[in-house]
């Protein structure tokens, strides 16, 4: 059974940091693009970042690229998320995410949120950022 099992969220003050953290089990990383999406009350969905160790793909929303760091370890099966100058926009439920690499290399942060398609999510952990 596949489990990803997140922690770290939190209320912050806008320009602190988090650090979220992903606790896989029942998959490896060699097998699953792994990484973050989020959602925020009355929006669509969003993927954050991925990566990939198959070719060590690394992807970035927009919105956070130079402000959000993604990490993983091999041995520990984790995957973490570090977080820099948040703000308000960043608030969100924010989902530990695995997709399979027979669908590419981090498809579904490169798709259409609405056609994201991952294999397995964890249950979220909120992260709020007080302005």
């Known amino acids: 059974e596949v489990q990803l099992v997140e922690s770290g969220g939190g209320l912050v003050q806008a320009g602190g940091s988090l650090r979220l953290s992903c606790a896989a089990s029942?998959?490896?990383?060699?097998?699953?693009?792994i990484g973050w999406f989020r959602q925020a009350p009355g929006k669509e969905r969003e993927g954050v970042a991925c990566?990939?160790?198959?070719?060590?793909?690394?992807y970035y929303a927009d919105s956070v690229k130079g402000r959000f760091t993604i990490s993983v370890d091999n041995a520990k099966n984790t995957v973490d998320l570090q977080m820099k100058s948040l703000n308000p926009e960043d608030t969100a439920v924010y989902y530990c995410v695995a997709e399979d690499l027979d669908k590419g290399e981090c498809t579904a942060w490169y798709i259409d949120p609405s056609q994201a398609d991952a294999d397995y999510w964890g249950q979220g952990t909120q992260v709020t950022v007080a302005s």
């Open positions: 029942g998959l490896s990383f060699d097998d699953y693009s």
């Open positions: 990566f990939a160790s198959i070719d060590d793909t690394t």
